[in-house]
């Protein structure tokens, strides 16, 4: 079974700048892609960011130029977040895949203000 545990979220001016962190634990030799989702008040979850273990890494047009994923190792995935919009307010969730299927982390409120 995996977990996965987010950190780095929290409160930033625009403009500003937040790193996200996710580890993953427990049955992790299977990971493949991890990646960042965030679904903000009144719409659908989309997706931020992914990677996979090869280190190609897939964008949503809103962030590209201003965010940055990465892995540190097979079971962390950080994402840097330069530039922040109001927009950018939302929960990010982490996602991993693996041969089971995709996993969720709980989430993690990142709320950019004027």
């Known amino acids: 079974q995996l977990q996965l545990a987010e950190f780095g979220g929290g409160l930033v001016q625009a403009g500003g700048s937040l790193r996200l962190s996710c580890g993953a634990a427990?049955?992790?030799?299977?990971?493949?892609?991890m990646g960042w989702y965030r679904q903000a008040p009144g719409k659908q979850r989309e997706l931020v960011a992914k990677?996979?273990?090869?280190?190609?890494a897939t964008y949503a047009d809103s962030v590209k130029g201003r965010f940055t994923i990465s892995r540190d190792s097979a079971n962390w995935v950080f994402l840097q977040m330069n530039s922040l919009k109001l927009d950018d307010t939302a929960i990010y969730y982490c996602?991993?895949?693996?041969?089971?299927?995709?996993?969720w982390g709980q989430g993690t409120q990142v709320t950019v203000s004027s």
């Open positions: 996602i991993a895949r693996d041969q089971y299927g995709v996993h």
């Open positions: 427990g049955s992790i030799s299977g990971l493949n892609a």
């Open positions: 990677v996979t273990t090869e280190g190609d």
